[in-house]
């Protein structure tokens, strides 16, 4: 692990790898056959601390690292990818929202029950016309005159994962022509309305819907749009953490597939050709250890990482359809069949590509850290 942790932090991720082991793996293909997590997982989310890694301890969190955050990711990961994919997000984008933006009222009345995964999240921020583009936010924040610190919101979000089992959802909203904002809104009012479950080929548990809001009560956090999407930056490197994970199982099925598997009388790993998609994986998830490690570190420094986490984003997650599809390829025919963990793997690499700004949109972004 190039990532230093501190012995209560590597305590806990051991802690972490037992829980993948035993309660995680083993039922990561039940969990996609049933498209959804078992009620009973949050709370044992929260037990393990997974749902308070970046929340502070005087908040009542663990106050981790950024390290152990995206070591965290990748561990979940490599035991099933939809559930990093949403500890990922919770994390970097609602909970850190929690510490940067909300009121002592707002965290004082949610904070615990998070903590405890007894308050389900969700970060909304894409809608049918707003996906890459997100200043294209259309859903509109009106203040309620008889309720200060209040609005009443009204559009259509999708693409918002977690969204049809949350309880509180994170809401991006217009509040003038030119400015957006943030607010809190509680799934169980009549103005929250689930309009369809969003079934994907990939981390297929993870409860991804569609939903409008119609006069729906929000609490407003006191944040600029920009300040808000700054969250981003943490969240592509969890996000980058999930490939590396995807990537490290794949690679590990694919290799010892390898070393059992013969035809012409030699193992496959004894065959050239094969040994050149073994020797390309173990260069690029290396690589992608590296610029990971880089951009946690420089965030725990307190420096900027715009870059950075586009960096290890985007090789992480190419890295992860890459070396899933070599792991397939190894496999041959049986490969592509669900007995095979690297089908399920390969499908669901293909988000880490999209979620938190697909791989066009970090190629923008480097190139404008670099141009200016």
Known sequence: MYLQ????????????RKFVAEEVLPNSREWERNTQFPDAIWPR???IGLLAMTLPKEMGGRGYTCRTYVEACKEIA????????NIAAINA?????????ATDEQREKYLAGIVKGEIKLAWGLTEPDAGSDARRVQTKAEPMA????????????????????????????????????AFFVETNQPGFKNVERIHTVGVS???TTSFDL????????????????????????GIAGMAIGIAEKAFELAVEYSK????????????????????????????SRLLLAKGAEMFDMGLPIVKEASYAKLFASETANRVTNRAIQIHGGRGMTPDFLVEKLWRDAKLTEIGEGCSEIQRLVIAKQVLK
């Open 78 to 85: 490599k035991g099933d990818p939809a559930l990093s994919m």
């Open 214 to 237: 119609v006069d729906a009560v929000g609490w407003h956090t006191p944040c600029k749009f920009e300040e808000a999407i700054g969250l981003l930056f943490r969240g592509r490197l």
């Open 260 to 287: 059992q598997r013969e035809q012409f009388n030699r193992r496959l790993c004894d065959m050239q050709s094969v040994q050149n998609m073994i020797a390309d994986s173990a260069m690029e998830i290396e690589a």
């Open 146 to 181: 008889d309720k200060p610190g209040y609005h009443l919101l009204n559009g259509r979000k999708m693409f918002i994962t977690n969204a049809g089992k949350a309880d509180l959802i994170i809401m991006v909203a217009r509040t003038s022509e030119t400015e957006l904002s």
């Open 93 to 101: 984008l609602c909970v850190a929202h929690f510490v940067n933006f």
């Open 205 to 207: 548990a993870s409860w």
């Open 45 to 47: 989310l929260g037990e």
């Open 5 to 16: 942790v501190t012995p209560e932090e590597a305590t806990f991720l051991d802690g972490v």
